[in-house]
Nanobody
Framework: QVQLVESGGGLVQPGGSLRLSCAASGFTRSVYDMSWYRQAPGKERELVATITSGGGSANYADSVKGRFTISRDIAKNTLYLQMNSLKSDDTAVYYC???????????WGQGTQVTVSS
């Protein structure tokens, strides 16, 4: 059974930093890619960043380019999102996603709350 467990969220002041982690387990098929999404109150879930299975390529939403970095430790089966220069607009629940197998079936974590406020 695939499990994705996020951690690292919390309350941070504008301009601050947080690092989110997503511990993954239970994969029986190859991971195609892994991503971070976020959903703010009253808004649709949006893609923040994606990294390929080998970690060789990453893509970011324009709103986070230059501030967020996605990375993956394959040995630890853990996905990370380093978030710097945080803004109030970054406040959201952040979700870990993994697309697996030929069908690219999506698995989701339960989410972790990030609140940027003074």
């Amino acid at each position: 059974q695939v499990q994705l467990v996020e951690s690292g969220g919390g309350l941070v002041q504008p301009g601050g930093s947080l690092r989110l982690s997503c511990a993954a387990s239970g994969f029986t098929r190859s991971v195609y890619d892994m991503s971070w999404y976020r959903q703010a109150p009253g808004k649709e879930r949006e893609l923040v960043a994606t990294i390929t299975s080998g970690g060789g390529s990453a893509n970011y939403a324009d709103s986070v380019k230059g501030r967020f970095t996605i990375s993956r430790d394959i040995a630890k089966n853990t996905l990370y999102l380093q978030m710097n220069s945080l803004k109030s607009d970054d406040t959201a629940v952040y979700y870990c996603n993994a697309r697996v197998g030929v069908s690219r079936y999506s698995y989701w974590g339960q989410g972790t709350q990030v609140t940027v406020s003074s």
